[in-house]
T-cell receptor
C-alpha cells in the first residue's frame, strides 16, 4: 500500500454534470499528479500540483481543473462531463518536483462512469 | 507530440517461460520508469533507470535502458502466476514535469 487514498471509489454521473474527485497524498509528499486511464490504455497525465500551484498540464481542456490544499491533499474537478470522460482517475504523489519526474505513488483510483 | 510505444500489447506464456516487453520513445529520455498494474489495481512503481546502457535486476526481473536513452526493456525469467498484470514503461515529457506512459503489455501466465 502506498498511503495515497482516493474518494469515492466509484461514481456514476450524467453527461453535462460536474464531478469532484479527492485525493490524500502519502505523508511527506508535497507533489500531486492526476492521471486519466481509459480502459486498455496507459495513464495519461492531466496536471500536477506543487505547494498549491499548478506545475504542469497535459493535453486536457480547461474543464479539467484542480486544487491542492495546505495539507497537500488535492481535488480534481471536471465540468460539463462527456461520455469520453468515463475512465479510472488516478492520483499519484511524489517526493520529487521538477525534471525528471520522480517515482509516482499511485492511489487506488476513482472509477468514473458517464452515462 | 512525444510518444512512448510498447510491444507486444499482449503476451501469454506458460509458467516457467521467459517474457520480454519492449519500450520505445520518439524522443531521448532523461529517465525511464517501469510500473506494474494488477487486474483491477493501480500502477505500482518497479524501477527507475537513468543512465545510458543501464541494467538493473530485481530477482527474476531485468531492466535495461538503451545506449541512446530512447528504448528500454523488461525481461522476466521463469514467469510465475504472480507475474500476471500489465507492465507499463513511462518516460519524462519534453516539458519535464509529466510522465508519458506507454499503453502497456498485458501478461497472462497459465500453470
Amino acid at each position: 500500500e502506498t498511503g495515497v487514498t482516493q474518494s469515492p471509489t466509484h461514481l456514476i454521473k450524467t453527461r453535462g454534470q460536474q464531478v469532484t474527485l479527492r485525493c490524500s497524498s502519502q505523508s511527506g509528499h508535497n507533489t500531486v499528479s492526476w492521471y486519466q486511464q481509459a480502459l486498455g490504455q496507459g495513464p495519461q497525465f492531466i496536471f500536477q500540483y506543487y505547494r498549491e500551484e499548478e506545475n504542469g498540464r497535459g493535453n486536457f481542456p480547461p474543464r479539467f481543473s484542480g486544487l491542492q490544499f495546505p495539507n497537500y491533499s488535492s481535488e480534481l474537478n471536471v465540468n460539463a462531463l462527456e461520455l469520453d470522460d468515463s475512465a479510472l482517475y488516478l492520483c499519484a504523489s511524489s517526493l520529487k518536483l521538477g525534471h525528471p519526474p520522480g517515482e509516482q505513488y499511485f492511489g487506488p483510483g476513482t472509477r468514473l462512469t458517464v452515462t | 507530440g512525444q510518444q512512448v510505444m510498447q510491444i507486444p500489447q499482449y503476451q501469454h506464456v506458460q509458467e516457467g517461460e521467459d517474457f520480454t516487453t519492449y519500450c520505445n520513445s520518439s524522443t531521448t529520455l532523461s529517465n525511464i520508469q517501469w510500473y506494474k498494474q494488477r487486474p483491477g489495481g493501480h500502477p505500482v512503481f518497479l524501477i527507475q533507470l537513468v543512465k545510458s546502457g543501464e541494467v538493473k535486476k530485481q530477482k527474476r526481473l531485468t531492466f535495461q535502458f538503451g545506449e541512446a536513452k530512447k528504448n528500454s526493456s523488461l525481461h522476466i525469467t521463469a514467469t510465475q502466476t504472480t507475474d500476471v498484470g500489465t507492465y507499463f514503461c513511462a518516460g519524462d515529457s519534453q516539458a519535464g514535469t509529466a510522465l508519458i506512459f506507454g499503453k502497456g503489455t498485458t501478461l497472462s501466465v497459465s500453470s
